[in-house]
């Protein structure tokens, strides 16, 4: 299944909010997480990621802290706030409104 | 081999050149691509399969650049879009995005302005210099307007005029306690009349001998009569003294700070006395502060002669309506109804002055001017001392201020549209990327008022600096005004700042923010044809303006200098004019003579004339002539020059018909005699002589004080200029006496000028001791009278040459920018063949027609509004053809000067330059 743009584009916030629950994570890390879970379902390609991290940090959801890791790399972390995680709160009770909506539309018996 | 290093470096130097990504970006999706590479390599990947891999899965770069630029800008619009589907309305906070959105607007404004110098330095210049004129006209006005403003009862207190065949600003002595006996709206009445009505002298000398009998003598103009109300009426603030109290002695004399210092220096000069030419002690019993430059009456010296008890017990009742030279003011109860008021006054009228209008068959009428109208509102009335200011001249430099800011904003107007075309990919993007048009024409009309506000403030400075330099030009002594305190001034500035960034950024901001995406990004070329239309429609504009300025100035200069130089009907240029001593007694009449015999011999004076009046002045004796066996009522109005007969000689006027005074020949005034009387032709024109000849040896009735003489007209002299241009001929009777005071008419041979001056002045200090050496030339005398029409015409032409140009900066904007576009046009142009001459001609066409177009629009209104300018002068130019060509040719030259160097700048690159980029 390939998600609409619109729709990959509606998920990604509350995705890397999600994540990013999960713990402090950089760049590629939270990609590769994606791809992960969504078993290539959403796909879209990995730079496209960053715009959306920068906009969400913009917006004060995410906060971010230049490390130096292994190899002398300098590395870009990023983890929630309390603001993300109230967005994300927020996110998460549309996206079930929205799903339960959907549900008893399709009459779809929850898959386990 | 491949080299990973290289290859990611060269990818990582491409990402840096694609617009979106900056520093931070960059190392990050650094850290990204080598982490891709090495788990693509653990794949089993080798390095150029991991690198390809890894750079294609990130994705396309302008893309991603794309996002990258909204996220910094538009996040919140973005992620707006994004969760569309799925709004709910908690999720919003419209705060964080009004202010990121300004600062934003701010932002991208200053990048933009600073990116295109020479077309914000052509905006910024232009407004800089309109508001400045602005703000230089705003203080002049504000100065006009503050005339009489200082006093505190100011808005009760009303001048009464007095109207009978003429208009004049003075009235009866009887008029000030009249109106307040009869009418309970008046308050108090206070009299003021200059000292020259009693002793006929413009001037008095006042001297102080202190107590080791040093002598000081100064001369003063500026010395009044008043009431002992006129210090409390008026709020003139005294240093030392009390208004009240200051007036209560006949001999009571108030002074001015300044008159103080000449004196006493800084002390208090209370209790001192002051001696009048000579002869009348005063005592000091007030100082007050210098009278402010904004008062319509100025005065140094007061005294009261009033006092009823000045003229020996009691006033005596027969001056009281025959001598109107008093300046009457009255204070009104607030409350009171001037038309009602008015109303009362035929009455009042009728009783005083009834006879006397009988019989000279005549009507008589008061006024009421307010004392805050008599600075700029005055109707032309004689008798006036002030020369005062016009509200039409207010109204006219107001007019120029505002065309100069027009033709700035329209600069501005002009060279954003044209410009636009430029900036449409900018608003294409913004389109796409969320922006509405709304926030489009905020951002457009928030980078006019940027550029307003930068040229506000350039024009403050500049105003500051030239502060000085108008001041002189306009003429005005501002010191006792401060424009910063001035609520009104801040309001005006501000509205100039809203109205010139609303009014000159709201089209160009529609016109920017409504450009379709779709065309603006494929890369169309697209003008609109009304775009163009409304821009020659504004630069048109300017153009008339212009060219109204242009003839404007040439009309006001032309008449200036005509009125300078115009044969006058007597010498000018070679009269010294000497003062007669103010400080006069039994044996300065044998003293002058001896003067004048002194000077006689020497050899560079041809002939000395001493006079009553001169050329140059209006003469305040006016009274009525007739032919003998006339009424009364056929009187015509004549002035009166007392003189010998060498005033003729002196200043080379023509006897036309008749003959001279003859030497030792004088009018006598008796009963019985016949007084002898030459007359210039005018005069024999208003009593009704067909032509000079016909009037010599008729006997005439002429009036002085109340009583009719006869004469006898010996001769007739031509008609000269009297005064200046702007009146006509005067109606002229000469006296002949042994002698006639106050002026002394030399002579001279110009060769020997200095020596001369130098002799008389040693004459006369050693003739006349205890007076100051005062004098002129006579030529500069009768030019003063134009002082103000000189001073018009400078700031009419510097205004001008500031508006012409504001509009060529204009114009130079528009041609760089409008050559700018044609350059590859100008090089194909050229490699076929074409001649600068050829381009010339091609970009000055349309210019050249809105020229023409502007000056056959423009010269009717010039042509009416300078009829009506010279009809304010009896001698005037007529309107030439000059007047009609000059702007033509003025802005054809300064259009063809600034496309010329455009074109031929242009011109003059290699083709190949311009074309190879393509």
Known sequence: ?112 | MFDLEKAISDWLRGLRKSPGFEDGDIEEIEDHIREEIEHQQLNGLTFKEAFNRATSSFGPLNSIGEEMTISRTKHLKISHKYSLELEFPESKNPFINSTAMFKNYIILSIRYLSRNKVFSAVNILGLAIGMATCLAIMQYVHFEMSYDTFHENGDDIYRVTLKGKSHHASNHPGTGPALKDHLPEVKEYARVVHQSTFTQRQISAWSHIDKNNDVKIFNEERVYNADPSFLTMFSFPFIYGDPQTAFLDVNSLVISESVSRKFFGLNNPIGETLIRDGTRLFTITGVFKDVPENSHIKFDILYCYFLKDAWGGGWDSSWDWEWPEYYTYIQLDPQTNIENLEAKFPNIVKQYLGDWTEQMNTQMSFHLQPLKDIHLKSPKMKKEREVHGSIKTVYFLVTIAVFILIIAWINYINLSTAKSIERAREVGFRKVAGASKKQLILQFLLESTMVNLVAILIAFIIFLFSLPYFNQLAGIKVSSVNLYSEAWFWIALGLTLILGSFLAGIYPAFVLSSFKVISVLKGKHFSSSGGILFRKLLVGFQFMISVALIAGTWMVFKQVSYMRNKDLGYCKDQILVVISPVVFDSTSFSKLQVFVNELKRYPSINSIAPSSEIPGKWIPTLNGIRNVGEDVSENTVCHYISTNHEFVNTYGLKIIAGRNFRENEFSRFSKDGITKVLVNKKTTKNLGFKNPEESVNEHILFQSGTTDWKGEIIGVVNNYHQRSLKEDYDALMFFSWQWAIPYISINLNTADIHNSNKYIEDLYKQTFPENQYEYFFQDDYFDAQYASDKQFGKVFGVFSLLAIFVASLGLFGLTTYMISRRTKEIAIRKVLGATVQQLLLLFSKDFIRLIIVANIIALPIVYYFGKNWLNNFSFRINIGWITFILPLIILLVITMVTISIQTIKTSMINPADTLKHE
């Open chain 1, 1 to 112: 299944m390939m998600a609409s743009k619109g729709l990959m584009a509606a998920t990604t916030k509350p995705m890397i909010l999600s994540i990013l629950q999960e713990g402090k994570n950089y760049g590629y890390k939270i990609i590769q997480r994606v791809k992960e879970i969504s078993g290539g379902s959403l796909h879209w390609s990995d730079g496209m990621l960053y715009p959306v991290l920068h906009r969400l940090e913009k917006e004060g959801f995410i906060s971010s802290e230049w490390i130096i890791g292994d190899l002398d790399r300098k590395r870009k972390y990023y983890a929630i706030t309390e603001a993300g995680k109230a967005e994300l709160h927020a996110e998460k009770e549309s996206w079930m409104k929205a799903h339960a909506i959907l549900t008893q539309l399709w009459d779809l018996k929850p898959s386990i």
